[in-house]
């Protein structure tokens, strides 16, 4: 069961990362974002980035549904690799002999 919990947050932190990054390299290019630092600073009730910009409450749910989608996206991926890897180790386990 921790398992599970522990895939869940890895994957919400991942697609909140992720839709961070994408958002902001959209916006304002990869060197705002990579060699000047560009961030999310505060996130409720107005996002707030770390060059002093309020964004939008469009911009901020746009950002919101790229994180669920992410979210979901990689949860689903992770979840077919696991069932992948697992069955690989019982072939393995099941083809070596005693």
């Known amino acids: 069961m921790w398992c599970v919990v522990l895939v869940i947050l890895l ?9 961070e990054v994408i958002m902001l390299w959209h916006l304002y290019g990869a060197d705002a974002v990579f060699r000047q630092g560009l ?24 950002h ?15 979840w077919y690799l696991l069932r992948w890897l697992f069955s690989a180790w019982k072939t393995f386990k099941g083809s070596v002999p005693n």
Do not use: Q, Y
Request: aromatic share 12%; with cysteine; proline share 2%.
């Open 64 to 78: 919101f549904l790229l994180s669920i989608v992410l979210w979901f996206g990689s949860a689903v991926l992770t």
């Open 39 to 62: 961030h999310i600073v505060k996130r409720k009730p107005t996002t707030v980035l770390s060059n002093g910009v309020v964004w939008s409450d469009n911009l901020a749910f746009i």
């Open 11 to 19: 994957c919400a932190a991942l697609g909140e990362f992720l839709s």
